[in-house]
């Protein structure tokens, strides 16, 4: 299976608490996602779901990635890829959409850097907690950033192998 994980587009520069959070995306942040969307068509990534966290930035990115695919992806809402989500309930979900060739995540940070570098470090402790999972990763992935980890094993735990990790300048210059 392959995933890819993507960060929300830019919102608003104030300051605010995620768990109350309802930014949107900025014009700006709209534009820069539909051009990433656009580099994903044309990379010809094929996505038969997407996963997004129920914070209106992301639910907005996920929208219009699908509507770049005519509305023809599954969206699957998850409160656990908000920044203080359980990470470990994540990768249940994924485990189960197992026989899927692609999934696409969509949240924030840091639950998507620390995602990564959890996942590509082949940990396979199956008792971990959520509180193992280091996020102090020093993997950043930028807003509208991209990534693609081929997910070599599903037990005991999520484990792959990452294949690029690229920024918005790199993949806006792909259209």
Not at 49 to 78: G, P, Y
Not at 131 to 139: A, F, L, M, T
Not at 148 to 162: N, Y
């Amino acid at each position: 299976m392959e995933l890819y994980i993507l960060r929300h587009g830019e919102t608003s520069k104030k300051l605010y608490n995620f768990v109350d959070s309802n930014h949107s995306l900025t014009f700006s942040g709209k534009s820069e996602i539909e051009k990433i969307g656009k580099s994903i068509k044309k990379l010809k990534i094929k996505i038969d779901l997407i996963l997004t966290s129920t914070i209106s930035s992301s639910l907005e990115t996920a929208d219009i990635i699908n509507n770049l695919f005519s509305k023809k992806i599954k969206i699957l809402k998850c409160k656990d890829l908000q920044p203080e989500g359980n990470i470990l309930n994540v990768y249940k979900i994924i485990s189960e959409f197992n026989q899927m060739s692609s999934i696409l995540i969509v949240g924030h940070e840091p639950c998507l850097s620390t995602m990564i570098s959890d996942i590509i470090s082949n940990s396979s402790n199956k008792n971990k907690t959520n509180n193992d999972i280091k996020s102090n990763s020093n993997i950043i992935l930028k807003k509208a950033g991209l990534s693609k980890i081929r997910i070599t094993s599903t037990v005991p735990t999520l484990q792959g192998e990452l294949r690029w990790l690229l920024t918005p300048r790199v993949l806006k210059s792909i259209i």
